[in-house]
């Protein structure tokens, strides 16, 4: 769908994008083959889709044969994909990506990933809760702002390293696979986007030692320009924090940004 082909669908439906929630659409037919082409969708295989806007991204997966689980907030954009959309594979689901429960939609057995051309809004607070599954995506592909995607994929000593990082990174192999420049979303958006790839790791912690490492990021990162020590011990007592901090092999002066995922791990593990 081209910006022209879009604009004749919303003067038809009198339907104006909510800029609050984030909806921009992808105009670019070559950058969404690409993205098709990048994700590979199996037939039958499980695919969860947030913000499926108009249902371009999502009738190219189920074209390959994938079966879709969409999750759209716009009753308006709902309405249309009902009307529109008319396949076995394809099951649309009215509500806030943030807050529908996501294991229903997800398979009780077996493997799913989640493709998604993700609204701005949305997209750290979804990707949180995907991670945050007890089976969490074998693969998620997803366009996000450009500076969430460097977030999500900085390593350990940058200045976008932080505790989204660290829950990501320790589940998933993340790239930026493409810069995104906002002139092939209609309305253009404010910013330049990124497409970004996870790739499960093959031994992801358990569910509990991950929510543990997720709170001693969140923790710590609230005082990133502090000693790590400090958050640590106001969390746990100080000479239960240092004792960690030894055993797991962590400098007690370093700052937080500057200690890798593997070592929060281990703490989590001590601690």
Do not use: W
């Amino acid at each position: 769908m081209n910006k022209i082909e879009l604009d004749a669908i919303m003067a038809y439906l009198d339907f104006h994008p909510g800029k609050a929630l984030g909806q921009n659409f992808l105009v670019d037919g070559n950058l969404l083959e690409f993205i098709v082409r990048t994700a590979a969708p199996r037939p039958g295989e499980m695919i969860l889709e947030a913000g499926p806007g108009f249902g371009v991204l999502t009738r190219a997966l189920l074209a390959a044969g994938a079966k879709v689980n969409a999750i759209e907030y716009d009753h308006r954009l709902v309405s249309y994909l009902r009307e529109s959309i008319n396949h076995a594979n394809f099951n649309l689901i009215e509500g806030d990506a943030c807050r529908v429960p996501l294991e229903p939609l997800v398979p009780e057995s077996g493997s799913f990933r989640s493709i998604a051309n993700l609204p701005y809004a949305v997209s750290s607070v979804f990707i949180g809760r995907l991670i945050d599954l007890p089976r969490p995506p074998l693969q998620m592909l997803f366009m996000l702002q450009k500076e969430m995607g460097q977030r999500l994929s900085a390593q350990c000593g940058t200045k976008n390293y932080g505790s989204l990082s660290v829950r990501t990174q320790l589940l998933y192999k993340t790239k930026i696979l493409r810069l995104v420049p906002r002139q092939v979303f209609h309305p253009q958006p404010e910013v330049d986007s990124a497409l970004v790839m996870f790739d499960l790791l093959p031994d992801i912690p358990c569910l509990e030692l991950r929510k543990k490492v997720s709170r001693l990021a969140r923790t710590v990162f609230e005082q990133r320009r502090k000693m790590i020590h400090k958050p640590l011990s106001m969390m746990f007592g100080q000479p239960e924090a240092l004792a960690a901090l030894k055993l797991a092999g962590i400098d007690p002066t370093s700052r937080p940004d500057n200690v890798p995922v593997a070592d929060y791990l281990k703490l989590a593990e001590i601690l």
